[in-house]
Nanobody, 120 residues
Framework: QVQLVESGGGLAQAGGSLRLSCAASGRTFSSYAMGWFRQAPGKEREFVAAIRRSGRSTRYADSVKGRFTISRDNAKNTVYLQMNSLKPEDTAVYYC?????????????WGQGTQVTVSS
């Protein structure tokens, strides 16, 4: 079992920035690929970003490329999502996830989510 806890959500103005954190416990953090997903009201959950165990490779949804950056600090068992140039369309509950497969279509472990609201 892996426990994941997100933090750092809140209210930001359009064009502003937020950094989300996801702290992991229960298993060796460096053994897992990590991902970020989001779900807006009335919409399905969508992929945002993912990072390999080593941190050497990342991938992003087209909607956030050039604005969001996923990173990890294995010494702190934490993955981050730096969100810049925020848009109202980024408003959603953001979830972190863990899996052994960087390309997983069904991620094994999920956090509780943190709300991000971007005002226009």
């Amino acid at each position: 079992q892996v426990q994941l806890v997100e933090s750092g959500g809140g209210l930001a103005q359009a064009g502003g920035s937020l950094r989300l954190s996801c702290a992991a416990s229960g298993r060796t953090f460096s053994s897992y690929a990590m991902g970020w997903f989001r779900q807006a009201p009335g919409k399905e959950r969508e992929f945002v970003a993912a990072i390999r165990r080593s941190g050497r490779s990342t991938r992003y949804a087209d909607s956030v490329k050039g604005r969001f950056t996923i990173s990890r600090d294995n010494a702190k068992n934490t993955v981050y999502l730096q969100m810049n140039s925020l848009k109202p369309e980024d408003t959603a509950v953001y979830y972190c996830a863990a899996d052994s497969d960087y390309y997983s279509d069904a991620w094994s472990y999920w956090g509780q989510g943190t709300q991000v609201t971007v005002s226009s």
